[in-house]
């Protein structure tokens, strides 16, 4: 008797989605506990060598990171004026990062909230909101140090405070859009500097060290949200969503990467200077585009990157090659990183 052929059975392509999902989740989840950091056990802040200031030179900002280090408005200041620059800008920086992590907080905190039982979600988003909680006290502990009253994020971000819970709850797919927005740029600016090779300070090294390490994680996280949630909006949603990616870049994007307004009065920065290096000149523009690439394969990658949304990314001049693979270094036109 021939026995009839066995039928493969049909595998629901959502379902082995979610599958996946959950089980990338879960490894995510299980990273958190293997490898995690203490902002007061392993930063060695009474470390001599980490006080602000001694070997006060490595404050000044590295020339092969920072447009500002290579201009000749910098490069006429004196010594202790690119050191006193250094450590506002730093200072700065840690603040916005600080600020927008417990937005961040009292977004996913909410989102958390109204997940079901048995949610990997849930397990994971608990676990990043810990090590944000832990970010947040090791950049304020660098603030504190340094002694400079910096302001952080403009009045108009400060704002988004009051309006990230509900959009967490309501709108989860432009929330953690919004979270590589933020991530994204950040990251990419820390590991220019980690991989620079230049000489910081210590305080700033072991920072950025840890905040790199595991926003890798919450980076990764956020990107299997949308590679999982996005697919299963309707083509209306996804087109509105397709639009909001390169305005959300562009608009964070600015707010973590350009100095307050603060920072060019109390410095006399004339207006041109400010210009040349974060809006006006090919370098700048070329320098805040190369902060998505990542983001730009990742939208190539869950179907956001149509005509309409390709035209959006060009116009607001932060379109280019999406990354061949994650964290790819920026490559100048010679093939030098």
Aim: hydrophobic share 45%; net charge neutral; proline share 8%.
């Amino acid at each position: 008797m021939i026995m009839p052929a066995a039928v493969p059975p049909v595998v629901d392509p959502d379902v082995e989605r979610a599958q996946r999902y959950a089980e990338t989740v879960l490894l995510l989840s299980e990273a958190s506990v293997d490898k995690h950091f203490d902002p007061f056990t392993d930063i060695d802040w009474d470390n001599p060598d980490f006080a602000v200031d001694v070997g006060p030179e490595r404050w000044i900002l590295p020339v092969s990171v920072y447009a500002l280090a290579r201009h000749p408005w910098y490069r006429a200041l004196s010594t202790e004026q690119k050191i006193e620059v250094g450590k506002y800008l730093q200072a700065n920086s840690a603040k916005v990062s600080l600020q927008f992590e417990s937005i961040l907080i009292s977004g996913m905190v909410v989102y958390n909230f109204g997940l079901p039982n048995g949610s990997p979600e849930f397990r994971y988003c608990s676990h990043e909101m810990i090590e944000e909680h832990n970010h947040i006290l090791m950049f304020q502990e660098m603030v504190n140090r340094i002694g400079l009253d910096v302001p952080g994020l403009r009045p108009l971000f400060k704002a988004l405070k009051y309006f990230a819970a509900f959009v967490a709850a309501r709108f989860p797919n432009w929330f953690f859009m919004t979270v590589l927005a933020i991530e994204e740029p950040t990251d990419h600016a820390q590991k220019q500097i980690l991989r620079s090779g230049d000489e910081i300070h210590p305080i700033m090294r072991g920072i950025l060290a840890i905040h790199v390490a595991e926003e890798a994680r919450h980076i990764s996280f956020a990107r299997e949200f949308l590679k999982n949630h996005v697919p299963q909006a309707g083509p209306v949603r996804k087109f509105h969503l397709s639009l909001a990616m390169p305005i959300l870049m562009r608009r964070y994007g600015r707010a973590i990467l350009t100095p307050p307004r603060s920072f060019f009065r109390e410095f006399d920065v004339p207006k041109r200077v400010r210009k040349e290096l974060f809006y006006g000149s090919p370098e700048a523009k070329q320098a805040f585009s190369d902060n998505f690439g990542d983001v730009r394969a990742l939208t190539e990658e869950i179907g956001l990157m149509n005509p309409v949304a390709k035209a959006f990314w060009k116009a607001l001049r932060i379109d280019g090659p999406a990354s061949r693979y994650r964290s790819e270094p920026v490559r100048a036109a010679n093939g030098a990183t």
